[in-house]
């Protein structure tokens, strides 16, 4: 039995900001019984990151971190779903995972070392789409960021009254963009309090995160910003100055 899963392509190389002409749906037939080994998610959340961009481009630098994207084929991305058939002894039928799936409504996998995806526990009384993928990846991690940067980054996540935005503000932070600036400012950075961070493009999805979890660690924050609007916004929201 097969079922016909529609996913979205870019038609041609992206060059500058993307319009909707960039793009095409298209569809493909999936097996809805998995052969053995494999596992069938049905993709409920996807994030949509800003290095996705570079990734649409003919050469970009971040084509030496991750592959682009190649014309034609299905754009992948970071996203959540449910397991709806499985071959597979290790996922369930009902799981809900996490992990690399396609903008696409049905992803096909095999599980190995090399793919990543993980079950979410069922006790998780956090919405499904926080866990893209800061909340999930922070789990993976061998070396843990100290207690109290563990408590704040759930705090940001918990409370929608920390920063102007409302709850698309909290979807934001727990995507990719979280993920960045959790890893960047507590495992690389180790931010103790009274020290000074300065954040570059603090307006931005990385930096106007990272301006947040530094502030609260009790850092003194300096951002920088292109416009006085922005500049007022990250005063307002995270910046000392």
Same mark, same amino acid.
């Given at each position: $039995? ?37 596992? !069938?998610?049905?993709? *409920? ?15 970009? &630098? ?6 682009? =994207?190649?014309p034609g084929e299905r754009i992948d991305a970071y996203g959540a779903g449910?397991?709806?058939?499985? +071959? ?19 992803? !096909? ?6 793919? !990543? ?8 009384? *956090? %919405? *499904?789409?926080?866990?893209?993928? #800061? ?10 960021? %100290? ?6 980054? !759930?705090? =940001? ?6 920063? %102007? @935005? @409302?709850?698309?503000? =909290? ?7 979280? $993920? ?12 103790? &309090? ?7 493009? +603090?307006?931005?999805?990385? @930096? ?5 979890? #530094?502030? *609260? ?19 307002? #929201?995270?910046?000392?100055?």
């Amino acid at each position: $039995m097969e079922v016909e899963s529609r996913y979205v392509a870019v038609r041609h190389h992206v060059e500058g900001l993307p319009s909707e002409d960039d793009f095409e749906v298209k569809a493909a037939r999936v097996r809805w019984w998995p052969e053995s080994g494999e596992v !069938l998610v049905r993709n *409920l959340y996807l994030s949509v990151d800003p290095y996705q961009l570079n990734r649409m481009k003919r050469r970009s &630098a971040s084509h030496l971190a991750v592959d682009g =994207i190649v014309p034609g084929e299905r754009i992948d991305a970071y996203g959540a779903g449910e397991v709806v058939a499985s +071959a597979c002894e290790e996922y369930k039928e009902g799981d809900v995972v996490a992990g690399v799936l396609g903008w696409e409504d049905y992803t !096909l996998f095999r599980p190995s070392p090399g793919v !990543l995806m993980s079950k979410l526990a069922a006790s998780d009384d *956090l %919405p *499904l789409s926080h866990h893209l993928s #800061a909340l999930g990846e922070r789990r993976r991690r061998r070396r843990r960021a %100290p207690r109290h940067a563990r408590m704040q980054f !759930l705090l =940001i996540c918990l409370s929608v009254s920390v920063a %102007p @935005g @409302g709850d698309r503000w =909290i979807e934001h932070v727990a995507g990719t963009s979280g $993920m960045t600036a959790y890893a960047g400012l507590y495992e690389v950075g180790r931010p103790e &309090a009274g020290e000074k961070v300065f954040v570059s493009a +603090a307006s931005g999805s990385v @930096g106007s995160l990272v301006g947040q979890f #530094a502030k *609260l660690a009790g850092c003194y924050v300096v951002g920088c910003a292109g416009t006085n609007a922005k500049v007022s916004q990250n005063t307002q #929201a995270h910046c000392t100055k």
